[in-house]
């Protein structure tokens, strides 16, 4: 327990200083300070890596599925990169919203910081829930299992899809049914009062967006992660780097997408290998290097890919 509490508190104080200190007058964040900082997130989570091998080693903390701490500390690496990759997405996503609802980029940090508290509660839950399910109910791990390659051949024969218009979402829709809301921002603030009447300002709007849109997204991350480890502690802390280290990893990517659009073939095969890990889990287990291996592979040549691509483009 001690270990989760000056875990999370790490984690509250640092956001404490992000918003108070680093970020305590809004600024447009240029694409050198979000590569300074998505380098410092990055170099935090591999350095937690060893971190995690400390605490396994010296039994700090509960260790459910017995494992060793050469394992814990890969089963944390595989478990990050996995979360980091399939964060992607929402980097897409996250760009089609402030864009349709017209925020300003020296607030679209505020937002995203706030998005990053919700997500935490949110990834918590459904973590909790999800290492239960497992271990109680072995057969989960099938659904699981069904679930991802599902989403995976969704993403292959999606085809041309309608694009994403938040304003045409559910959540917008009925948002305006329950508060005002102004066509204009305010600042930096969330609320503003119009003649008595308090109305959500857009800064609000993209952020009830961003968090609905973080929901269905771990949807897929929360159980392409159980088929890593079961084990609450590295789950979550895994999921948590991730999420901490999106915001810069957005700033820094956000004006390059279109350099990266292969990438989204990386994640058909991460999420397809670890379908199929969660199938296969009761008749035969990869090793933890095959996993790990696998997963940075793939996004290697992703990366690699979209990079030749777009570069080929250019000539």
Do not use: C
Request: net charge positive; aromatic share 16%; hydrophobic share 55%.
């Amino acid at each position: 327990m001690l270990v989760w509490i000056v875990f999370l508190t790490l984690i509250f104080l640092f956001l404490a200083l992000d918003l108070g200190v680093f970020n305590k007058n809004p600024h447009i964040i240029k694409p050198k300070e979000a590569g300074i900082w998505t380098g410092i997130w990055v170099t935090l989570s591999f350095a937690f890596s060893f971190v995690v091998k400390w605490i396994y080693a010296n039994g700090y903390i509960d260790n459910p599925t017995n494992l060793t701490p050469a394992v814990a500390t890969l089963k944390f690496i595989t478990g990050y990169l996995i979360e980091l990759s399939l964060s992607i997405d929402n980097i897409f996503i996250i760009a089609v919203i402030f864009a349709s609802f017209k925020i300003p980029q020296k607030y679209q940090h505020r937002v995203l910081f706030w998005g990053i508290l919700g997500a935490i509660a949110f990834r918590g839950l459904m973590i909790y829930f999800g290492v239960i399910l497992i271990n109680k109910f072995s057969w989960m791990t099938y659904i699981f299992g069904a679930f991802l390659l599902f989403t995976a051949i969704k993403m292959i024969f999606k085809g041309e899809e309608e694009e994403f218009n938040p304003k045409k979402s559910f959540v917008y829709r009925n948002l305006r049914k329950i508060i005002p809301i102004t066509s204009h921002t305010d600042g930096e603030h969330f609320f503003v009062k119009r003649r008595h009447i308090t109305a959500a300002t857009p800064l609000f709007v993209a952020l009830i967006v961003i968090e609905v849109m973080d929901m269905l997204f771990a949807l897929d991350s929360v159980p392409a992660i159980l088929a890593i480890t079961s084990d609450p502690f590295l789950v979550f802390s895994s999921n948590i780097f991730a999420i901490l280290g999106l915001r810069s990893m957005y700033f820094f990517l956000a004006n390059m997408l279109e350099k990266f659009s292969y990438l989204e073939y990386s994640l058909i095969a991460i999420l397809t290998f670890v379908g199929i890990k969660m199938l296969i889990v009761h008749h035969y287990k990869f090793p933890e290097w095959i996993s790990l291996g696998f997963i940075a592979l793939s996004l290697t040549l992703g990366v690699l890919v979209s990079l030749y691509k777009s570069k080929e483009k250019q000539l």
